[in-house]
């Protein structure tokens, strides 16, 4: 299985990024997919999840409103728009897979696959 991220970079304050996570080795719409991140001596914190059909979208109060999730099953790829950023968004993005979903938060123990991360960096 892989999942592979791209479109991470460096930001002003008030932009916007959108990150793409190919999937691969994995009947990707049997999965839910989402985003976490992880700063510099932070724990890993989840961003973003979106149900097998992509019907359900479940996303942190600190980035309701600014981030948007979604997916393309018959191209296995997983999608994150980003508006607004802040420099605290500013983290190592990474897209994660699994079967199981708590239903409002995704715990990090529930994923069953990772990508390697891509990073976001936001400046003020």
């Known amino acids: 299985v892989q999942l592979v991220e791209s479109g991470g970079g460096l930001v002003q304050a008030g932009g916007s990024l959108r990150l793409s996570c190919a999937a691969s080795?994995?009947?990707?719409?049997?999965?839910?997919m989402g985003w976490f991140r992880q700063a510099p001596g932070q724990e890993r914190e989840f961003v973003s999840a979106i149900s097998r059909s992509g019907g359900g979208k479940y996303y942190p109060d600190s980035v309701k409103g600014r981030f948007a999730i979604s997916r393309d099953n018959a191209k296995n790829m997983g999608y994150l728009q980003m508006n607004s950023l802040k420099p605290e968004d500013t983290a190592v993005y990474y897209c994660?897979?699994?079967?199981?979903?708590?239903?409002?938060?995704?715990?990090?123990?529930?994923?069953?696959?990772w990508g390697q991360g891509t990073q976001v960096t936001v400046s003020s």
């Open positions: 080795g994995l009947t990707f719409r049997t999965y839910y």
């Open positions: 994660a897979a699994g079967s199981r979903f708590g239903g409002s938060l995704w715990d990090a123990r529930d994923v069953d696959y």
